[in-house]
């Protein structure tokens, strides 16, 4: 089956929004093992759009249409699909009930009425996160359309409850991706080791690069989801085999939430002190609901003076040494840990930029140590290759960090990085 | 000016890439004045890419391509882009230069050396992030082709010092933007209060939402930048007095460079204590480069135990009135700022959910404090509508704390939210 999809809306074609949509839907179409052909961007022109949808469903077996959907004169989505298709749009009763409870009234505008209007005979997919409801119909040509809320957070649940489940219940077979997850080294030498793996048909292996990281892929066709699995299981076993304990995870999609599960399977607490990283390795173990059970504090040492205060590092130690050295950054750790009565502190020292680089200790120039109060472990991490941002300098560290946490707990080296 | 935009590759459609090079592009030809009319995303095919380039040049006037400049065999779009134009590829001695030396090496593969491959006659943009070199070519029907590398580490940057200052080179007129951004009242409302400023045509008015906030840009086009921003400016002051001070800036992108400047300009130093937005707050205090000199410390206080310990909020206050509540924000804002020696402290408790809720105190409900080490203000958030992403509760209340510390650096009410 060959899909694409139009997004609709002026404020994408103004820059003012990154088309998120887009990449939600085509990640699930992936998953689906339907081929995605084109996406585009559309603006709320009633000739162009009328254009695009006619050119699209002749030329694709499936159109998912974004945005459009609201309640002002703009919004020409369905309108402007149903007068290509040759439908009519009628009054659904049940998601105008549904409108008139969102707003808590008992009566709606018209203009909020028209939200309700939908292409006669259309499967409806109810909205749990706003009021413009999802619709699928047929055109006269036997292509299908798909329409969609344009705010993410009302379309990425959609797709998931309504959507993949809609075109799932048209396939024959059924379609299983597991994903395994990489730290430590890239998505080049990822795929020089895998290279054959990558050939295969059925089950399917792609590589993806993701903010310093990287993951493979593994998708397999079968007729039961069990037997999908068993396609899968031999390559997964193969991959781990050849990439090794850089493998953080399958199918659990961050080092962070790899790390809560860890420290929770394991009893483990954990504390944080963080300079060049201001925040971030605590924000992201915090963003894992429910990581308050494995979390004792996290500090932000951003001054020497504090550093000194309240992790305790030796004045001597920074002044000597500098605040960005193994030192520090070792003394940090188990400043934290001491501090919090923690099982586990980690340090970060660095310099993450745009200025503030030396000669010596250049950008990019981070350490990070992890101490359990009895051993401390440091990694270090050189600026290579190309200029990187802050945000990119920052992220990896927290990252590293992570690792070393999982490493720890996984009973791995901790330092062969 | 009519343009479109062709991204190019595989991994857009496959989900696993955000099409963010299409939102800079767009952002900066809006800022232009240049009309985008189609963005679209095509695979790594020669057949479909090459229709979708003939499509193009044919209805639009400017046609700017991201992607499929690398090296590999998939990087089809020069190729195919000179084959549309019927120009021949030549090789660009100065780009292959610039390659060599990035690698730091004699001989660069023949792949490499296909970089350096150009429509003859191409004006050529200079790779600084990179290895791929843009360009921009006519085709014989006068259309203007423009190919840019994918990674946006190495678009936006090209786009801004190449690109912009080319496509101006071709335009009579200056374009000029300015951004008023404001926090604490929504879109629809500030919409409301402009909805006639919106009408006019130069300037235009045009409002945004993003991420719990909202902001205004006003574009005027003139002949010289000064004419531009003297056409800008009675616009701006009227947006000043309608919409008053829940404006925190002109041209200033974010909560916290405004925090930072503010902060810089008065001499103060700050400090913040997180329990629901674990380490949020700091981390985008710290986001800004040079925030070192007024960022004292962070501490993440999840456990009660810490908060008693490091902050010294009172066990009893915990016990009766609970970690969420006014009396800890207030007690974590006074604890911080004592203990930082800072002139500013930033408490913050909630229930940033989906887990944690009770009927007295829902997911959503924080308490954000600010101390001075003499007074003390406290508000406090309530969650109201739809049900919001634990993302979403973290970053709005790390956003009001910002805005309370703006507001008494300016010395505004801090508590009128």
Redesign the interface.
């Known amino acids: 089956m060959n899909a694409e999809i139009i997004s609709v809306g002026t404020?994408?074609?103004?820059?003012?929004?990154?088309?998120?949509d887009?990449?939600?839907?085509?990640?699930?179409?992936?998953a689906l093992g339907i081929n995605?052909?084109?996406?585009?961007?559309?603006?709320d022109?009633p000739d162009?759009l009328e254009k695009?949808i006619g050119m699209a469903t002749q030329r694709s077996d499936l159109l998912i249409m974004t945005g459009g959907l609201g309640p002002t004169d703009d919004d020409l989505t369905k309108e402007t699909a149903a007068r290509v298709a040759g439908k009519k749009l009628v009054l659904h009763e049940e998601s105008l009930d549904r409108i008139v409870t969102y707003f808590n009234r008992q009566n709606v505008s018209e203009n909020q009425k028209k939200q309700a209007m939908l292409p006669e005979g259309a499967t409806v997919f109810t909205n749990n996160?706003?009021t413009a409801p999802g619709c699928a119909f047929q055109t006269a040509n036997g292509a299908t359309i798909i329409m969609l809320p344009g705010p993410p957070?009302e379309l990425e649940p959609m797709m998931t409850e309504s959507v993949v489940p809609y075109l799932k219940s048209g396939e024959q077979a059924i379609i299983v991706s597991h994903s395994v997850h990489i730290f430590g080294i890239g998505e080049a030498m990822t795929a020089q080791l895998t290279s054959d793996l990558m050939e295969g048909a059925n089950p399917t292996v792609?590589p993806?690069a993701?903010e310093g990281e990287c993951f493979l892929r593994v998708t397999a066709k079968a007729a039961t989801k069990a037997e999908a699995d068993a396609l899968c299981a031999p390559i997964i076993e193969e991959i781990k085999k050849r990439i090794g304990d850089s493998i953080y995870s399958v199918d659990v999609n961050s080092l962070e939430e790899t790390v809560v599960n860890l420290l929770r399977e394991s009893g483990k607490r954990i504390a944080?002190a963080?300079s060049c990283?201001?925040?971030?390795?605590?924000?992201r173990?915090?963003?894992i609901?429910?990581?308050?059970e494995v979390?004792?504090?996290?500090?932000?040492?951003?001054?020497n003076?504090?550093k000194e205060l309240?992790l305790g590092v030796p004045h001597d130690v920074l002044a000597e040494k500098g605040a960005v050295s193994e030192e520090v950054a070792r003394a940090m750790a188990e400043g934290i840990v001491k501090?919090?009565?923690a099982d586990l502190g980690v340090g970060i020292t660095g310099i993450?930029?745009?200025?503030g680089g030396t000669e010596e200790k250049p950008v990019g120039l981070v350490y990070i140590a992890l101490s359990d109060g009895k051993n401390t472990w440091v990694t270090k991490r050189s600026p290579i290759g190309?200029?990187?941002?802050?945000?990119w300098h920052r992220h990896c560290a927290a990252s590293q960090a992570l690792d070393m946490v999982r490493r720890y707990l996984t009973d791995l080296p901790i330092e062969a990085q």
Chains 1, 2 share one sequence.
């Open positions: 404020e994408l074609l103004l820059g003012q929004i990154v088309n998120v887009a990449a939600i839907i085509a990640r699930e179409l992936s995605l052909l084109y996406t585009s961007v559309v603006g022109n162009r695009a996160n706003g957070s792609a993806y993701n944080t963080e990283t201001g925040g971030l390795l605590a924000k173990i915090t963003d609901s429910g990581s308050s979390f004792e504090m996290g500090a932000v040492t951003y001054a003076r504090i309240l501090k919090a009565g993450a930029g745009p200025g190309r200029t990187k941002s802050r945000e």
